[in-house]
């Protein structure tokens, strides 16, 4: 058992405790207030002028993929740049559990990160969330049901598959792709279900489409890279004509939409908030749309979109801060909101009797810039500890 004392307890959901008690045992949160006993023989960490909050989740990173250090392109496994449709690949097959990033974020405060396949091809293929934990294989790491399929609008599969005149070229060619491939995919699951209620009916294979038959059933979200507002408003149409599960990742410019996504009730993975001008459609990007999608009531996580980049996250949250986002928000859109987003808030995300004992502590602020990490816990184990 480990006992937590004296620590500012911000629990996400539940309000700040003041010197509070939280006590760990068999992995997750078993008691937590100002007036716990902390049972005989518990290790104890003092707490006393720091803050406690759940363990860190950054909802959109390419941890392992990019695999660190990346010295030279054939390193890094995030992107299968051979055809603009690969739903069929699975960044499973790519994580290596002692990438040099891991520890990093993981000293940082995170523990738990959903990693993606890049966004060169319209359909990237499927991501998953995982522990942050020292472990020697995916499996021990991965947390199962996860899954999600990667999908990109915009500069980036033009720019891969343009220049060789291949399919797309433009914006026009991209939603083409994207339509006929899950149209295609609609019919292959119409047919397997016809086949389900029928023994008689017979249906091949298909291992490219496979991927995509939760997804077009709704049982799959999909993660839709865009940056311009038009790729946003694209994306939003083709997932409504498809009754797609999405979420929309990085809105770069949805603050000039921001009426439109408040309407669509989408949820947005903003971020980096500090892009500068290398391609054209990020040269909208503002440190304020945080706050501006707080005040609109557009649903929000943060993200630093990277691998060792996530160690970053807090002091960019922090100048958001800056730019007008509250404190709650901000530290919801790093705990609970993207514990919502990824389907593990029953586990995850705040600070709460029943759940994983995933917990970071801060010497300060969590989203100031003098501020540390010193101890990481996830599912009751210290990985980290400089107390």
Not at 186 to 205: C, G, I, M
Request: glycine share 8%; with cysteine; aromatic share 6%.
């Amino acid at each position: 058992m480990i006992a937590i004392v004296h620590g500012k307890l911000l629990t996400v959901t539940q309000g700040v405790v003041e010197d509070g008690t939280l006590l760990i045992d068999n992995g997750k949160i078993t008691a937590m207030g100002t007036d716990i006993t902390v049972p005989e023989g518990a290790e104890i960490l003092d707490a006393a002028g720091k803050w406690v909050t759940p363990g860190l989740i950054d909802a959109h990173s390419h941890l392992s993929g990019l695999n660190e250090p990346a010295w030279m392109p054939s390193t890094m496994d995030a992107n299968e740049i051979t055809d603009p449709v690969t739903a069929q690949v699975r960044m499973l097959d790519a994580f290596n559990p002692f990438d040099e990033a891991i520890p990093k974020v993981r000293n940082a405060g995170f523990t738990t990160c959903c990693t993606l396949p890049g966004s060169a091809n319209v359909i990237g293929g499927t991501g998953f969330s995982f522990k942050l934990k020292q472990a020697s294989t995916v499996q021990d790491m991965m947390i199962p049901g996860t899954e999600v399929m990667k999908m990109a609008l915009g500069e980036n599969p033009k720019r891969c598959y343009g220049p060789d005149k291949k399919m797309p070229m433009t914006r026009m060619g991209t939603g083409a792709v994207l339509r006929e491939t899950l149209f295609n995919a609609k019919v292959y699951s119409d047919k397997l279900k016809k086949a389900e209620a029928d023994p008689t009916v017979q249906v091949e294979p298909n291992f490219r489409l496979d991927p995509l038959v939760p997804v077009v059933r709704g049982e799959r979200r999909c993660r839709i890279h865009c940056h311009q507002a038009d790729d946003i408003v694209t994306a939003i149409r083709i997932a409504e004509e498809f009754h797609l599960k999405y979420a929309i990742e990085h809105c770069t410019e949805g603050y000039k939409i921001k009426e439109f996504l408040k309407e669509k009730d989408i949820t947005a993975v903003v971020g980096p908030l500090k892009m500068g001008p290398m391609k054209f459609e990020i040269w909208g990007c503002r440190q304020d749309t945080p706050a501006i999608f707080e005040k609109t009531g557009i649903n929000f996580c943060l993200t630093a979109d990277g691998a060792s980049d996530t160690v970053w996250l807090p002091s960019d949250i922090g100048i958001a801060m800056r730019y007008g986002l509250s404190f709650q928000t901000a530290l919801e859109s790093v705990t609970i909101r993207p514990a919502r987003l990824l389907g593990l808030e029953n586990r995850v995300g705040s600070l709460e009797v029943g759940k994983d004992a995933d917990i970071a502590i801060f010497d300060g602020m969590p989203f100031e810039n003098l501020t540390s990490c010193l101890a990481t816990i996830i599912e009751g184990k210290i990985e980290h500890c400089a107390l």
